[in-house]
């Protein structure tokens, strides 16, 4: 009976594993066909045009791929960055220090983090526009400094993986408090730190809504405003062996990042541990 089980449960997850693959598979064997393949349906085997598809991508100039790939990897990097470093901060502030009104601060970020991104947009651009960050890729990252979730989440870690003893003990041997935060604390929260990159690094490469109305200029686009200006290309121009390229170039550096975070992930579960 428990051998039944357990080649159930196997077939189960092998199940979802071929689910979860397919759309990638779909999306690598698509971006090898040609325009015309694609309209006529699913296929499984691999066409011949994925030089072709990448020759006809790099040579649109409407769409400068090189410069909209990197423009996403360095709004991205930078929200990664900034998010985790300032909500690590924030929380630590927080959950360390005893003042009048901790608690006041605490639930007005909670509060914050239930308003809908949607519902301060035109507040926000019009901060942007008198701060003359408009169609600037700064606009994309600096307002990463303040992510309410990812300090409520790192609060909560804090709470379960940072005892009050290591940093009293560190004060008592001398260590400044921006010492203590940047050695001791960032090296405690390794893990939660290399989930919550990977998150915000995930959410601002994939971020369409922001980017299409803060950039106007071409040469400072990223690869979902790309994405969408292939896809809206008129009927004789339309190329859908280009914008299947295109989403294959995209996932490339996802990938790297979460391959090089996930070992942080895997590392830090010990290093981060605290034994008594």
Request: net charge positive; with cysteine; hydrophobic share 55%.
């Amino acid at each position: 009976m428990k051998t039944v089980t357990r080649y159930i449960i196997y077939f189960i997850l092998i199940a979802l594993v071929v689910f979860s693959l397919f759309p990638f598979f779909v999306l690598l064997v698509n971006a090898t066909r040609l325009h015309s393949e694609i309209q006529k349906g699913f296929s499984a085997l691999p066409g011949l045009a994925f030089g072709q598809n990448l020759k006809n991508l790099m040579s649109n100039d409407n769409t400068p791929i090189v410069r909209a790939l990197f423009n996403s990897v360095f709004v991205s990097s930078m929200c990664a960055i900034l998010t985790t470093y300032f909500s690590t901060m924030t929380a630590y502030g927080i959950y360390m220090y005893n003042f009048k009104l901790k608690d006041a601060s605490l639930k007005l970020i909670m509060m914050i983090m239930m308003i809908p991104t949607q519902c301060s947009t035109l507040g926000f651009l019009k901060l942007l526009d008198a701060f003359g960050l408009m169609d600037t890729l700064a606009a994309l990252y600096i307002p990463a400094i303040a992510a309410p979730v990812v300090f409520f989440y790192m609060y909560q870690a804090m709470q379960s993986t940072l005892p009050y003893s290591i940093v009293e003990a560190a004060r008592i041997d001398g260590c400044h408090e921006v010492a203590i935060f940047n050695r001791i604390v960032l090296y405690m929260m390794k893990p939660a730190l290399a989930v919550q990159a990977i998150f915000s690094f995930v959410s601002s490469w994939n971020n369409y809504f922001v980017p299409a109305l803060v950039i106007s200029s071409k040469e400072k686009k990223t690869i979902p405003i790309m994405i969408a200006q292939l896809r809206s290309a008129d009927y004789q121009k339309f190329d859908m062996g280009q914008v299947y390229m295109t989403i294959c170039i995209a996932i490339v550096p996802l990938m790297i990042v979460y391959l090089c975070l996930s070992r942080f992930i895997i590392k830090g579960v010990s290093l981060g541990a605290v034994k008594e």
